[in-house]
Protein backbone atom coordinates (compact mmCIF):
# COMPACT_ATOMS: atom_id res chain seq x y z
CA UNK A 1 0.00 0.00 0.00
CA UNK A 2 2.62 2.37 0.82
CA UNK A 3 4.58 1.84 -2.25
CA UNK A 4 1.40 2.15 -4.03
CA UNK A 5 0.72 5.74 -2.52
CA UNK A 6 4.41 6.73 -2.84
CA UNK A 7 3.98 5.71 -6.83
CA UNK A 8 0.77 7.91 -6.73
CA UNK A 9 1.73 10.76 -4.98
CA UNK A 10 5.23 11.77 -7.04
CA UNK A 11 2.74 11.07 -10.21
CA UNK A 12 0.99 14.15 -9.41
CA UNK A 13 4.15 16.57 -9.13
CA UNK A 14 4.65 16.36 -12.75
CA UNK A 15 0.93 17.17 -13.54
CA UNK A 16 0.33 20.13 -11.29
CA UNK A 17 4.00 21.36 -13.48
CA UNK A 18 2.16 20.76 -16.61
CA UNK A 19 -0.73 22.97 -15.18
CA UNK A 20 1.33 25.82 -13.86
CA UNK A 21 3.62 26.01 -17.05
CA UNK A 22 0.99 25.24 -19.73
CA UNK A 23 -1.42 28.20 -17.99
CA UNK A 24 1.73 30.16 -18.13
CA UNK A 25 3.08 30.00 -21.59
CA UNK A 26 0.15 29.81 -23.24
CA UNK A 27 -0.92 33.05 -21.80
CA UNK A 28 2.22 34.82 -22.26
CA UNK A 29 2.75 33.41 -25.60
CA UNK A 30 -0.73 34.36 -27.32
CA UNK A 31 -1.08 37.49 -28.98
CA UNK A 32 -2.16 40.87 -27.34
CA UNK A 33 -1.02 41.44 -24.16
CA UNK A 34 -3.66 42.76 -21.35
CA UNK A 35 -2.80 46.51 -21.86
CA UNK A 36 -3.65 46.45 -25.35
CA UNK A 37 -7.41 46.78 -25.08
CA UNK A 38 -7.15 50.46 -23.34
CA UNK A 39 -6.75 53.46 -25.80
CA UNK A 40 -4.19 55.98 -25.97
CA UNK A 41 -1.77 54.89 -23.33
CA UNK A 42 1.59 57.40 -23.87
CA UNK A 43 5.02 55.38 -23.89
CA UNK A 44 6.31 56.80 -21.07
CA UNK A 45 2.89 54.91 -19.17
CA UNK A 46 3.57 51.84 -20.96
CA UNK A 47 6.78 51.10 -19.96
CA UNK A 48 6.05 52.35 -16.60
CA UNK A 49 3.14 49.50 -16.61
CA UNK A 50 5.36 46.72 -18.08
CA UNK A 51 8.09 47.44 -15.42
CA UNK A 52 5.82 47.44 -12.49
CA UNK A 53 4.19 43.81 -13.98
CA UNK A 54 7.53 42.41 -14.93
CA UNK A 55 7.07 42.10 -18.58
CA UNK A 56 10.34 44.03 -19.80
CA UNK A 57 12.08 40.99 -18.31
CA UNK A 58 12.99 38.01 -20.25
CA UNK A 59 9.91 35.26 -20.30
CA UNK A 60 12.15 32.83 -18.33
CA UNK A 61 13.04 34.99 -15.50
CA UNK A 62 8.99 35.63 -15.51
CA UNK A 63 8.27 32.14 -15.27
CA UNK A 64 10.63 31.74 -12.33
CA UNK A 65 9.43 34.75 -10.80
CA UNK A 66 5.84 33.55 -11.31
CA UNK A 67 6.77 30.72 -9.60
CA UNK A 68 8.26 31.68 -6.60
CA UNK A 69 5.75 34.08 -5.79
CA UNK A 70 3.26 30.66 -6.37
CA UNK A 71 5.39 28.78 -4.04
CA UNK A 72 4.21 31.59 -1.37
CA UNK A 73 0.38 31.33 -2.28
CA UNK A 74 1.00 34.90 -4.38
CA UNK A 75 -0.79 34.36 -7.77
CA UNK A 76 0.21 37.85 -8.71
CA UNK A 77 -1.82 41.33 -9.21
CA UNK A 78 -5.23 41.41 -11.20
CA UNK A 79 -4.99 42.90 -14.20
CA UNK A 80 -8.24 44.31 -14.20
CA UNK A 81 -9.81 44.72 -10.91
CA UNK A 82 -6.66 47.08 -9.83
CA UNK A 83 -7.02 46.94 -5.97
CA UNK A 84 -7.12 43.79 -5.53
CA UNK A 85 -4.40 40.42 -6.00
CA UNK A 86 -5.68 37.15 -7.78
CA UNK A 87 -5.24 35.56 -4.06
CA UNK A 88 -7.52 38.03 -2.46
CA UNK A 89 -10.73 37.68 -4.77
CA UNK A 90 -9.72 33.87 -4.21
CA UNK A 91 -9.91 34.03 -1.24
CA UNK A 92 -13.27 35.71 -1.11
CA UNK A 93 -15.28 33.73 -3.38
CA UNK A 94 -13.55 29.81 -2.44
CA UNK A 95 -15.87 29.60 0.85
CA UNK A 96 -18.79 30.23 -1.15
CA UNK A 97 -17.61 27.52 -3.84
CA UNK A 98 -16.67 25.30 -1.57
CA UNK A 99 -19.72 25.06 0.28
CA UNK A 100 -21.79 24.93 -2.83
CA UNK A 101 -19.72 22.01 -4.48
CA UNK A 102 -19.83 20.17 -0.79
CA UNK A 103 -23.44 20.07 -0.53
CA UNK A 104 -23.85 19.21 -3.91
CA UNK A 105 -21.70 16.49 -3.96
CA UNK A 106 -22.94 15.00 -0.71
CA UNK A 107 -26.60 15.48 -2.37
CA UNK A 108 -25.69 13.63 -5.28
CA UNK A 109 -23.71 11.07 -3.83
CA UNK A 110 -27.02 10.34 -1.69
CA UNK A 111 -29.42 10.82 -4.27
CA UNK A 112 -27.09 8.56 -6.52
CA UNK A 113 -26.72 5.83 -4.48
CA UNK A 114 -30.32 5.57 -3.24
CA UNK A 115 -31.61 5.20 -6.86
CA UNK A 116 -29.77 3.29 -8.19
CA UNK A 117 -29.76 0.74 -5.02
CA UNK A 118 -33.63 1.05 -5.88
CA UNK A 119 -33.37 0.75 -9.43
CA UNK A 120 -31.12 -2.50 -9.34
CA UNK A 121 -33.26 -4.25 -6.54
CA UNK A 122 -36.51 -3.96 -8.34
CA UNK A 123 -35.01 -4.76 -11.94
CA UNK A 124 -37.02 -4.78 -14.69
CA UNK A 125 -40.13 -3.63 -12.90
CA UNK A 126 -41.71 -0.14 -12.97
CA UNK A 127 -39.48 1.70 -10.39
CA UNK A 128 -36.34 0.66 -12.31
CA UNK A 129 -37.98 1.69 -15.63
CA UNK A 130 -38.80 5.25 -14.19
CA UNK A 131 -35.18 5.51 -12.31
CA UNK A 132 -33.70 4.44 -15.52
CA UNK A 133 -35.54 7.16 -17.79
CA UNK A 134 -34.58 9.72 -15.26
CA UNK A 135 -31.79 9.12 -15.15
CA UNK A 136 -31.10 9.65 -19.41
CA UNK A 137 -33.07 12.83 -18.99
CA UNK A 138 -31.05 13.97 -16.15
CA UNK A 139 -27.41 13.09 -18.22
CA UNK A 140 -28.62 14.77 -21.01
CA UNK A 141 -30.13 18.25 -19.26
CA UNK A 142 -27.17 20.35 -19.23
CA UNK A 143 -26.92 22.80 -15.91
CA UNK A 144 -27.29 25.48 -17.79
CA UNK A 145 -30.86 24.55 -18.63
CA UNK A 146 -31.91 22.91 -15.63
CA UNK A 147 -30.33 26.07 -14.02
CA UNK A 148 -32.95 28.90 -15.25
CA UNK A 149 -35.64 25.97 -15.22
CA UNK A 150 -35.59 25.43 -11.73
CA UNK A 151 -35.23 29.48 -10.95
CA UNK A 152 -38.16 29.97 -13.00
CA UNK A 153 -40.31 27.45 -12.02
CA UNK A 154 -39.24 27.42 -7.62
CA UNK A 155 -38.24 31.35 -7.76
CA UNK A 156 -40.29 32.53 -9.76
CA UNK A 157 -43.82 30.96 -10.47
CA UNK A 158 -44.16 29.01 -6.97
CA UNK A 159 -41.67 31.59 -4.87
CA UNK A 160 -40.74 29.13 -2.30
CA UNK A 161 -36.58 29.94 -3.16
CA UNK A 162 -35.23 32.77 -4.11
CA UNK A 163 -34.45 32.67 -7.65
CA UNK A 164 -30.83 34.07 -7.35
CA UNK A 165 -28.65 35.82 -5.10
CA UNK A 166 -26.83 34.99 -1.98
CA UNK A 167 -26.75 36.16 1.54
CA UNK A 168 -23.96 35.07 3.90
CA UNK A 169 -25.67 32.45 6.38
CA UNK A 170 -28.84 31.95 4.40
CA UNK A 171 -29.05 28.39 3.14
CA UNK A 172 -32.10 29.43 1.52
CA UNK A 173 -29.83 30.37 -1.31
CA UNK A 174 -28.32 27.96 -1.58
CA UNK A 175 -30.94 25.30 -2.16
CA UNK A 176 -31.50 25.61 -5.99
CA UNK A 177 -27.76 25.89 -7.39
CA UNK A 178 -26.40 22.91 -5.63
CA UNK A 179 -29.67 20.44 -6.57
CA UNK A 180 -29.04 21.97 -10.08
CA UNK A 181 -25.33 20.94 -9.49
CA UNK A 182 -26.24 17.98 -7.85
CA UNK A 183 -28.56 16.31 -10.82
CA UNK A 184 -26.30 15.32 -13.44
CA UNK A 185 -23.93 14.11 -11.55
CA UNK A 186 -26.66 11.78 -9.32
CA UNK A 187 -27.55 10.68 -12.62
CA UNK A 188 -24.10 8.96 -13.35
CA UNK A 189 -23.99 8.02 -10.37
CA UNK A 190 -27.58 6.31 -10.07
CA UNK A 191 -26.39 4.45 -13.48
CA UNK A 192 -23.07 3.34 -12.26
CA UNK A 193 -24.46 1.94 -8.94
CA UNK A 194 -26.92 0.18 -10.54
CA UNK A 195 -24.97 -1.97 -12.69
CA UNK A 196 -22.69 -2.50 -10.16
CA UNK A 197 -25.35 -3.72 -7.85
CA UNK A 198 -26.97 -5.77 -10.25
CA UNK A 199 -23.23 -7.23 -10.99
CA UNK A 200 -22.49 -7.78 -7.61
CA UNK A 201 -25.65 -9.73 -7.20
CA UNK A 202 -24.92 -11.95 -9.80
CA UNK A 203 -21.69 -13.22 -7.92
CA UNK A 204 -21.12 -16.53 -6.44
CA UNK A 205 -20.65 -15.50 -2.57
CA UNK A 206 -24.07 -13.62 -3.04
CA UNK A 207 -25.85 -17.51 -4.03
CA UNK A 208 -23.64 -18.91 -1.38
CA UNK A 209 -25.28 -16.21 1.02
CA UNK A 210 -28.24 -16.80 -0.15
CA UNK A 211 -28.24 -20.48 0.36
CA UNK A 212 -26.72 -19.90 4.33
CA UNK A 213 -30.97 -18.68 4.51
CA UNK A 214 -29.71 -14.79 4.86
CA UNK A 215 -32.50 -12.45 4.17
CA UNK A 216 -32.57 -10.19 1.72
CA UNK A 217 -31.96 -6.68 3.65
CA UNK A 218 -29.27 -7.94 5.21
CA UNK A 219 -27.55 -9.55 1.78
CA UNK A 220 -28.07 -6.18 0.42
CA UNK A 221 -26.59 -4.16 3.64
CA UNK A 222 -23.66 -6.47 4.61
CA UNK A 223 -22.24 -8.27 1.02
CA UNK A 224 -23.40 -6.15 -2.00
CA UNK A 225 -23.36 -2.49 -1.09
CA UNK A 226 -19.20 -2.39 0.15
CA UNK A 227 -18.39 -4.09 -3.31
CA UNK A 228 -20.49 -2.53 -5.33
CA UNK A 229 -20.10 0.73 -4.17
CA UNK A 230 -16.04 0.71 -5.42
CA UNK A 231 -16.95 2.02 -9.03
CA UNK A 232 -18.55 4.93 -7.51
CA UNK A 233 -15.78 5.48 -5.35
CA UNK A 234 -13.63 6.34 -8.55
CA UNK A 235 -16.18 8.20 -10.18
CA UNK A 236 -15.80 10.76 -7.58
CA UNK A 237 -12.64 12.30 -8.85
CA UNK A 238 -14.11 12.67 -12.42
CA UNK A 239 -17.32 13.81 -10.71
CA UNK A 240 -15.39 16.66 -8.74
CA UNK A 241 -14.07 17.76 -12.40
CA UNK A 242 -18.09 17.59 -13.40
CA UNK A 243 -19.04 19.67 -10.23
CA UNK A 244 -16.19 21.97 -10.74
CA UNK A 245 -16.86 22.94 -14.02
CA UNK A 246 -20.62 22.80 -13.55
CA UNK A 247 -19.72 25.44 -10.96
CA UNK A 248 -19.10 27.77 -13.24
CA UNK A 249 -22.59 27.83 -14.98
CA UNK A 250 -24.57 27.72 -11.55
CA UNK A 251 -22.77 30.53 -9.82
CA UNK A 252 -23.03 32.65 -12.98
CA UNK A 253 -27.29 31.65 -13.70
CA UNK A 254 -28.06 32.26 -9.51
CA UNK A 255 -25.50 35.39 -9.15
CA UNK A 256 -23.35 33.50 -6.86
CA UNK A 257 -20.15 35.36 -5.61
CA UNK A 258 -17.89 32.49 -5.66
CA UNK A 259 -14.82 31.70 -7.82
CA UNK A 260 -16.52 30.34 -10.57
CA UNK A 261 -17.94 33.40 -11.70
CA UNK A 262 -14.40 35.02 -11.76
CA UNK A 263 -12.88 32.68 -13.49
CA UNK A 264 -15.69 33.17 -16.38
CA UNK A 265 -15.27 37.13 -15.81
CA UNK A 266 -11.65 36.71 -15.86
CA UNK A 267 -12.04 35.54 -19.11
CA UNK A 268 -14.33 37.71 -20.39
CA UNK A 269 -12.65 40.79 -19.39
CA UNK A 270 -9.04 38.81 -20.53
CA UNK A 271 -7.94 39.00 -16.81
CA UNK A 272 -5.00 36.91 -17.35
CA UNK A 273 -3.71 36.41 -14.35
CA UNK A 274 -6.70 35.72 -12.51
CA UNK A 275 -7.56 33.08 -15.57
CA UNK A 276 -4.15 31.53 -14.60
CA UNK A 277 -4.41 31.88 -10.92
CA UNK A 278 -8.02 30.04 -10.98
CA UNK A 279 -6.83 27.39 -13.38
CA UNK A 280 -4.18 26.72 -11.16
CA UNK A 281 -6.40 26.13 -8.04
CA UNK A 282 -9.16 24.72 -9.60
CA UNK A 283 -6.56 21.92 -11.38
CA UNK A 284 -4.60 21.67 -8.37
CA UNK A 285 -8.27 20.62 -6.36
CA UNK A 286 -8.96 18.20 -9.35
CA UNK A 287 -5.71 16.44 -9.65
CA UNK A 288 -5.31 16.44 -5.79
CA UNK A 289 -8.88 14.82 -5.40
CA UNK A 290 -8.34 12.37 -8.00
CA UNK A 291 -5.19 10.96 -6.13
CA UNK A 292 -7.05 10.97 -3.37
CA UNK A 293 -9.73 8.90 -4.94
CA UNK A 294 -7.33 6.75 -6.49
CA UNK A 295 -5.36 6.09 -2.42
CA UNK A 296 -8.77 5.43 -1.17
CA UNK A 297 -9.70 2.70 -3.96
CA UNK A 298 -6.25 1.39 -3.59
CA UNK A 299 -6.98 1.07 0.29
CA UNK A 300 -10.43 -0.72 -1.05
CA UNK A 301 -9.75 -2.99 -3.38
CA UNK A 302 -5.88 -4.91 -3.12
CA UNK A 303 -6.48 -6.13 -6.42
CA UNK A 304 -5.30 -2.19 -7.54
CA UNK A 305 -2.11 -1.84 -5.99
CA UNK A 306 -0.62 -5.00 -6.62
CA UNK A 307 -0.64 -4.27 -10.30
CA UNK B 1 -1.10 -6.03 -50.78
CA UNK B 2 -4.02 -4.31 -51.08
CA UNK B 3 -6.26 -7.14 -50.44
CA UNK B 4 -4.18 -7.87 -47.01
CA UNK B 5 -7.14 -7.35 -44.89
CA UNK B 6 -9.16 -10.16 -46.42
CA UNK B 7 -8.98 -12.67 -43.51
CA UNK B 8 -10.35 -10.04 -41.02
CA UNK B 9 -13.11 -8.78 -42.82
CA UNK B 10 -15.34 -11.94 -43.46
CA UNK B 11 -14.99 -12.33 -39.47
CA UNK B 12 -16.20 -8.54 -38.71
CA UNK B 13 -18.84 -8.61 -41.78
CA UNK B 14 -20.04 -11.61 -39.83
CA UNK B 15 -20.27 -9.86 -36.64
CA UNK B 16 -20.74 -6.02 -38.19
CA UNK B 17 -24.41 -8.00 -39.89
CA UNK B 18 -25.16 -9.59 -36.74
CA UNK B 19 -25.23 -6.28 -35.12
CA UNK B 20 -26.86 -4.01 -37.97
CA UNK B 21 -29.33 -6.18 -37.02
CA UNK B 22 -29.01 -5.65 -33.35
CA UNK B 23 -28.80 -2.29 -34.02
CA UNK B 24 -32.09 -2.05 -36.17
CA UNK B 25 -33.51 -3.73 -33.53
CA UNK B 26 -33.31 -1.01 -30.98
CA UNK B 27 -36.25 1.12 -32.07
CA UNK B 28 -35.80 3.82 -29.84
CA UNK B 29 -32.25 4.54 -31.21
CA UNK B 30 -33.55 4.31 -34.81
CA UNK B 31 -36.14 7.26 -33.62
CA UNK B 32 -33.76 9.21 -32.06
CA UNK B 33 -31.64 8.66 -35.50
CA UNK B 34 -35.07 9.67 -37.56
CA UNK B 35 -35.58 13.12 -34.95
CA UNK B 36 -31.73 14.06 -35.43
CA UNK B 37 -32.43 13.98 -39.80
CA UNK B 38 -35.51 15.99 -39.46
CA UNK B 39 -33.53 18.47 -37.20
CA UNK B 40 -30.54 18.50 -39.67
CA UNK B 41 -33.29 19.10 -42.63
CA UNK B 42 -34.80 21.77 -40.46
CA UNK B 43 -31.78 23.31 -39.61
CA UNK B 44 -30.79 23.83 -43.70
CA UNK B 45 -34.13 24.68 -44.69
CA UNK B 46 -36.35 25.89 -41.95
CA UNK B 47 -35.09 29.51 -41.50
CA UNK B 48 -35.63 30.10 -45.53
CA UNK B 49 -39.63 29.40 -44.70
CA UNK B 50 -39.83 32.24 -42.84
CA UNK B 51 -40.01 36.10 -44.09
CA UNK B 52 -37.33 36.81 -41.46
CA UNK B 53 -33.23 36.95 -41.11
CA UNK B 54 -31.79 36.00 -37.64
CA UNK B 55 -30.89 39.67 -37.23
CA UNK B 56 -34.32 41.21 -38.72
CA UNK B 57 -36.13 43.55 -35.86
CA UNK B 58 -39.51 43.39 -35.74
CA UNK B 59 -40.73 46.74 -34.20
CA UNK B 60 -43.88 45.84 -34.21
CA UNK B 61 -44.00 42.73 -32.24
CA UNK B 62 -41.12 42.55 -29.67
CA UNK B 63 -41.20 39.44 -27.08
CA UNK B 64 -44.26 37.85 -29.26
CA UNK B 65 -45.56 34.79 -27.62
CA UNK B 66 -45.07 31.48 -29.83
CA UNK B 67 -48.18 31.02 -32.14
CA UNK B 68 -48.09 34.62 -32.06
CA UNK B 69 -48.49 37.32 -34.95
CA UNK B 70 -47.06 37.64 -38.57
CA UNK B 71 -45.34 34.41 -38.94
CA UNK B 72 -43.79 34.75 -36.16
CA UNK B 73 -44.20 30.35 -34.83
CA UNK B 74 -41.79 30.72 -31.79
CA UNK B 75 -42.00 33.88 -30.84
CA UNK B 76 -39.83 36.77 -30.84
CA UNK B 77 -37.68 37.95 -28.37
CA UNK B 78 -37.08 41.29 -26.65
CA UNK B 79 -36.09 43.56 -29.47
CA UNK B 80 -38.49 41.55 -31.85
CA UNK B 81 -36.05 38.77 -33.76
CA UNK B 82 -37.80 36.11 -34.88
CA UNK B 83 -37.03 32.99 -32.50
CA UNK B 84 -38.02 30.09 -34.88
CA UNK B 85 -35.33 31.42 -37.70
CA UNK B 86 -32.86 32.25 -34.86
CA UNK B 87 -33.10 28.95 -33.02
CA UNK B 88 -32.89 26.68 -36.52
CA UNK B 89 -29.87 28.58 -37.17
CA UNK B 90 -28.35 28.26 -33.28
CA UNK B 91 -29.62 24.54 -34.07
CA UNK B 92 -27.48 24.47 -37.81
CA UNK B 93 -24.56 26.37 -36.06
CA UNK B 94 -23.88 23.43 -32.65
CA UNK B 95 -24.14 21.34 -35.68
CA UNK B 96 -21.16 22.47 -37.95
CA UNK B 97 -19.44 23.24 -34.60
CA UNK B 98 -20.07 20.17 -33.21
CA UNK B 99 -19.27 18.35 -36.21
CA UNK B 100 -16.13 20.10 -37.32
CA UNK B 101 -14.69 19.43 -33.59
CA UNK B 102 -15.76 15.55 -33.52
CA UNK B 103 -13.77 15.35 -37.42
CA UNK B 104 -10.72 17.47 -35.19
CA UNK B 105 -10.69 15.32 -32.02
CA UNK B 106 -11.04 12.22 -34.16
CA UNK B 107 -8.19 13.06 -36.30
CA UNK B 108 -5.87 14.03 -33.72
CA UNK B 109 -7.13 10.78 -31.52
CA UNK B 110 -6.73 8.28 -34.59
CA UNK B 111 -3.39 9.31 -35.07
CA UNK B 112 -2.28 9.43 -31.60
CA UNK B 113 -3.51 5.90 -30.79
CA UNK B 114 -2.60 4.57 -34.07
CA UNK B 115 0.66 5.76 -34.04
CA UNK B 116 1.58 5.38 -30.25
CA UNK B 117 0.16 1.72 -30.54
CA UNK B 118 1.94 0.73 -33.62
CA UNK B 119 4.89 2.37 -33.23
CA UNK B 120 5.23 1.17 -29.75
CA UNK B 121 8.05 1.04 -27.30
CA UNK B 122 9.23 4.22 -25.62
CA UNK B 123 7.17 6.40 -27.72
CA UNK B 124 4.16 4.28 -26.83
CA UNK B 125 5.13 5.40 -23.42
CA UNK B 126 5.91 9.04 -23.52
CA UNK B 127 2.83 9.58 -25.78
CA UNK B 128 0.11 8.13 -23.46
CA UNK B 129 1.97 9.60 -20.58
CA UNK B 130 0.66 13.00 -21.75
CA UNK B 131 -2.58 11.92 -22.78
CA UNK B 132 -2.72 10.63 -18.74
CA UNK B 133 -1.20 13.96 -17.99
CA UNK B 134 -4.15 15.65 -19.56
CA UNK B 135 -6.66 13.22 -19.09
CA UNK B 136 -6.88 14.56 -15.20
CA UNK B 137 -6.74 18.42 -16.21
CA UNK B 138 -10.25 19.74 -16.28
CA UNK B 139 -10.35 20.07 -20.23
CA UNK B 140 -12.90 23.02 -20.36
CA UNK B 141 -10.70 25.19 -18.45
CA UNK B 142 -8.29 24.49 -21.57
CA UNK B 143 -10.82 25.74 -23.44
CA UNK B 144 -11.70 28.71 -21.54
CA UNK B 145 -8.14 29.55 -21.80
CA UNK B 146 -7.69 29.11 -25.60
CA UNK B 147 -11.20 31.40 -26.01
CA UNK B 148 -9.67 33.83 -23.28
CA UNK B 149 -6.66 34.52 -25.80
CA UNK B 150 -7.85 34.47 -29.13
CA UNK B 151 -10.44 36.15 -30.78
CA UNK B 152 -13.52 35.77 -29.67
CA UNK B 153 -16.17 33.98 -31.30
CA UNK B 154 -14.14 33.58 -34.36
CA UNK B 155 -15.82 30.11 -35.15
CA UNK B 156 -12.11 28.54 -35.93
CA UNK B 157 -11.12 29.44 -32.83
CA UNK B 158 -13.48 27.78 -30.91
CA UNK B 159 -13.57 24.30 -34.10
CA UNK B 160 -9.72 24.23 -32.70
CA UNK B 161 -10.54 24.59 -29.11
CA UNK B 162 -13.37 22.16 -28.36
CA UNK B 163 -11.78 19.47 -30.79
CA UNK B 164 -8.65 19.64 -28.64
CA UNK B 165 -9.62 18.41 -25.71
CA UNK B 166 -11.60 15.82 -27.15
CA UNK B 167 -9.56 13.51 -28.61
CA UNK B 168 -7.96 11.71 -25.14
CA UNK B 169 -10.63 8.72 -24.58
CA UNK B 170 -10.01 8.19 -28.45
CA UNK B 171 -6.73 7.75 -28.48
CA UNK B 172 -6.70 5.48 -25.92
CA UNK B 173 -9.62 3.32 -27.24
CA UNK B 174 -7.46 3.66 -30.96
CA UNK B 175 -4.38 2.80 -29.30
CA UNK B 176 -5.86 -0.63 -27.19
CA UNK B 177 -6.94 -1.61 -30.89
CA UNK B 178 -4.10 -0.98 -32.61
CA UNK B 179 -1.92 -3.19 -29.87
CA UNK B 180 -3.68 -5.97 -31.06
CA UNK B 181 -3.80 -5.45 -34.42
CA UNK B 182 -0.21 -4.98 -35.34
CA UNK B 183 0.41 -8.15 -34.10
CA UNK B 184 -1.66 -9.98 -36.34
CA UNK B 185 -0.70 -11.67 -39.47
CA UNK B 186 -1.46 -9.54 -42.22
CA UNK B 187 0.71 -6.51 -40.80
CA UNK B 188 3.12 -8.81 -40.42
CA UNK B 189 3.21 -10.02 -43.81
CA UNK B 190 2.79 -5.81 -44.90
CA UNK B 191 5.82 -5.34 -43.30
CA UNK B 192 7.90 -8.28 -45.00
CA UNK B 193 7.17 -6.83 -48.05
CA UNK B 194 9.03 -3.75 -47.01
CA UNK B 195 5.91 -1.14 -46.78
CA UNK B 196 6.57 1.88 -44.77
CA UNK B 197 5.17 2.78 -41.69
CA UNK B 198 3.11 5.14 -42.34
CA UNK B 199 1.67 3.24 -45.38
CA UNK B 200 0.73 0.50 -42.71
CA UNK B 201 -0.93 2.48 -40.68
CA UNK B 202 -2.79 4.52 -43.40
CA UNK B 203 -3.90 1.52 -45.32
CA UNK B 204 -4.13 -1.33 -42.91
CA UNK B 205 -4.22 0.10 -39.59
CA UNK B 206 -6.71 2.61 -39.40
CA UNK B 207 -9.02 0.94 -42.43
CA UNK B 208 -9.54 -2.24 -39.73
CA UNK B 209 -10.56 0.29 -36.81
CA UNK B 210 -13.65 1.95 -38.30
CA UNK B 211 -15.76 0.14 -36.16
CA UNK B 212 -14.80 1.77 -33.06
CA UNK B 213 -14.03 5.23 -34.58
CA UNK B 214 -17.60 5.25 -35.77
CA UNK B 215 -18.48 4.85 -32.59
CA UNK B 216 -16.27 7.46 -30.86
CA UNK B 217 -17.80 9.47 -33.20
CA UNK B 218 -20.92 9.23 -32.17
CA UNK B 219 -20.09 9.44 -29.09
CA UNK B 220 -18.00 12.26 -29.20
CA UNK B 221 -21.01 14.76 -31.22
CA UNK B 222 -23.19 15.45 -28.16
CA UNK B 223 -20.23 15.95 -25.99
CA UNK B 224 -19.06 18.57 -28.45
CA UNK B 225 -22.51 19.83 -28.74
CA UNK B 226 -22.55 20.33 -24.93
CA UNK B 227 -19.42 22.10 -25.19
CA UNK B 228 -20.09 24.56 -27.51
CA UNK B 229 -23.36 25.57 -25.73
CA UNK B 230 -21.68 25.40 -22.45
CA UNK B 231 -19.03 28.33 -23.63
CA UNK B 232 -21.81 30.30 -25.67
CA UNK B 233 -23.66 30.48 -22.56
CA UNK B 234 -21.11 31.89 -20.56
CA UNK B 235 -20.55 34.33 -22.86
CA UNK B 236 -17.46 33.03 -24.64
CA UNK B 237 -18.12 31.43 -27.18
CA UNK B 238 -20.49 32.46 -30.41
CA UNK B 239 -21.26 35.90 -30.51
CA UNK B 240 -24.13 38.53 -31.19
CA UNK B 241 -25.31 38.61 -33.76
CA UNK B 242 -24.74 35.39 -34.88
CA UNK B 243 -27.16 32.68 -32.45
CA UNK B 244 -25.96 28.90 -30.90
CA UNK B 245 -28.44 27.21 -28.70
CA UNK B 246 -26.27 28.00 -25.35
CA UNK B 247 -26.41 32.00 -26.16
CA UNK B 248 -30.48 31.32 -26.94
CA UNK B 249 -30.49 29.83 -23.83
CA UNK B 250 -28.56 32.54 -21.91
CA UNK B 251 -30.44 35.61 -23.69
CA UNK B 252 -33.77 33.68 -22.73
CA UNK B 253 -32.28 33.17 -18.65
CA UNK B 254 -32.45 36.87 -18.33
CA UNK B 255 -35.81 37.81 -19.71
CA UNK B 256 -37.21 33.99 -18.02
CA UNK B 257 -39.82 36.21 -15.85
CA UNK B 258 -41.45 38.14 -18.72
CA UNK B 259 -40.96 35.96 -21.62
CA UNK B 260 -40.68 32.41 -20.44
CA UNK B 261 -40.75 31.13 -24.09
CA UNK B 262 -37.11 32.97 -25.02
CA UNK B 263 -35.54 30.27 -22.63
CA UNK B 264 -38.08 26.95 -23.27
CA UNK B 265 -37.80 27.01 -26.96
CA UNK B 266 -33.97 27.15 -27.50
CA UNK B 267 -33.62 24.64 -23.96
CA UNK B 268 -36.01 22.10 -25.81
CA UNK B 269 -34.10 21.90 -29.09
CA UNK B 270 -30.94 21.46 -27.12
CA UNK B 271 -31.87 18.92 -24.62
CA UNK B 272 -33.78 16.63 -27.74
CA UNK B 273 -30.82 17.05 -29.73
CA UNK B 274 -28.76 15.84 -26.87
CA UNK B 275 -30.84 13.00 -26.37
CA UNK B 276 -31.34 11.64 -29.43
CA UNK B 277 -27.74 11.95 -30.37
CA UNK B 278 -26.91 9.78 -26.88
CA UNK B 279 -29.67 7.30 -27.57
CA UNK B 280 -27.84 6.96 -30.69
CA UNK B 281 -24.49 6.16 -29.88
CA UNK B 282 -24.77 4.11 -27.01
CA UNK B 283 -27.21 2.07 -29.25
CA UNK B 284 -23.98 2.26 -31.82
CA UNK B 285 -21.65 1.26 -29.10
CA UNK B 286 -23.48 -1.62 -28.16
CA UNK B 287 -23.89 -2.68 -31.72
CA UNK B 288 -20.25 -2.19 -33.24
CA UNK B 289 -17.65 -1.83 -29.87
CA UNK B 290 -15.77 -4.92 -29.70
CA UNK B 291 -14.96 -4.43 -25.68
CA UNK B 292 -18.28 -6.41 -25.77
CA UNK B 293 -19.12 -8.54 -28.18
CA UNK B 294 -20.99 -11.08 -26.51
CA UNK B 295 -23.87 -8.39 -26.23
CA UNK B 296 -24.14 -9.54 -22.83
CA UNK B 297 -25.49 -6.62 -21.57
CA UNK B 298 -27.92 -5.76 -18.65
Not at chain 1, 168 to 187: C, Q
Not at chain 2, 22 to 49: H, K
Request: charged share 15%; hydrophobic share 50%.
Amino acid sequence: MLRYAVRRIAGVIPTLLVIITASFFIVRLAPGGPFDQEQTLSREVRANLDRVYGFDQPITVQYARYLRALSHGDFGPSYKQRDFSVTELIAQGLPVSATLGLTAMLLALALGIGFGVAAAVRRQTSVDFGITSLVVLGMALPAFVVGPLLALVFGVYLQWLPAGGWEAGEPRYFVLPAVTLALPVSAYIARLTRSSVLEVLRANFIRTARARGLGFRRILWGHVLRPALLPVVSYVGPATAFVVTGSLVVETVFGLPGTGRYLVQGAINRDYTLVMGMVIVYGTLVVLLNLLTDLVYGWLDPRVRHD
Amino acid sequence: MTDSSVPTTTLSDFRRSRSLFQWARNRAALGAAGVICLLVVAAIVGPLLSPYAIDSLDWQHMAAAPFGPDRHWLGTDRLGRDLFVRTLNGVRISLVISLVSTAISLAIGVTWGAVAGYVGGRVDELMMRFVDVLYSLPYLFIVIILTTLFERGSLPVLFFAIGAVGWLTTARIIRGQTLSLARREFIEAARATGASTPAILLRHIIPNLTGPIIVYAALTIPQMILFESFLSFLGLGVQEPLASLGSLINDGAQEMQSAPWMLLVPATFLVVLLMCFNLVGDALSDALDPRDVGGARE
